[in-house]
C-alpha cells in the first residue's frame, strides 16, 4: 500500500497504521518529519518503548527483527522499532512476519529506492505494510511550508519576500526549515 503525503495526516489522525511502514526518498528532511509525527501519533503519550535496529546487526543476528517484534517489555504500553539502513536482501527476515499486537509499530527509514527495489515493491503490493515515499519539495510544499512558518511565528511575508524565497529555498525540507529559522 502507498501512503501519499497528502493522505498520511488522515491515516495519523486516524490512527490506523498498517504494522509495517517504509518510509523513503530523496528528501531527508521530509522523512525525518514524517517519522517524528507519526511516532508521536503513535505513542499518544503512553510510555512506548523505541528500539532502533540497523542493516549490519540484521545480518550479525537473522533473528533480530523477529525476536523484537515478539518481545515486549512489562513497564510499556507501546513499542516503535525503527530500522535504518536496510537493503533488499535482508527483506527475508520480516517479510512473513506478522505482528498480531496493534502496539508495536515498525518504521524502515530508506534512502531513495528504485522503482526495481525488492522492499519497495514488496511494500507496496501488501496490504499489512506501507510506502511512504518522500520526494524533493515542488513549489506547491514550498507554499505550504512557508505558510505554515508565517501562522507558526505571526509573520507576515509580502509577495516579493514570498516569490524570493519560493525560487530560493531548497527542495530539501530540513534545510528549507533550517533556512527559515535563519530569517526568523
Keep these: 500500500m502507498i501512503i501519499k503525503e497528502y493522505q498520511l495526516n488522515e491515516v495519523i489522525k486516524k490512527g490506523s497504521y498498517p504494522s509495517f511502514l517504509l518510509v523513503f526518498g530523496p528528501n531527508e528532511g521530509l522523512i525525518r518529519d514524517d517519522i517524528l509525527k507519526i511516532s508521536s501519533s503513535f505513542k499518544e503519550n503512553l510510555e512506548t518503548d523505541e528500539i532502533t535496529i540497523n542493516g549490519k546487526a540484521i545480518e550479525e543476528n537473522h533473528s533480530l527483527i523477529d525476536e523484537e517484534v515478539r518481545s515486549f517489555s512489562m513497564f510499556s504500553e507501546k513499542k516503535i522499532i525503527h530500522i535504518e539502513h536496510l ?33 519497495r515493491n514488496f511494500f507496496e503490493k501488501h496490504k499489512r505494510y506501507a510506502t511512504v515515499p518522500c520526494y524533493e519539495d515542488d513549489v506547491r510544499s514550498k507554499m505550504n511550508i512557508l505558510s505554515q512558518f508565517q501562522s507558526e511565528n505571526k509573520i507576515k511575508f509580502n509577495s516579493d519576500i514570498k516569490n524570493y524565497l519560493l525560487q530560493n529555498l531548497s527542495s530539501d525540507r530540513l534545510i528549507s526549515k533550517n533556512e527559515l529559522e535563519k530569517i526568523l
Design 87 to 119: 537493503k533488499d536482501k535482508h527483506l527475508q527476515y520480516f517479510e512473513n512476519q506478522e505482528i498480531e499486537n496493534n502496539q508495536i509499530l515498525v518504521i524502515i527509514k530508506s534512502d531513495n529506492l528504485s522503482k526495481s527495489s525488492k522492499i
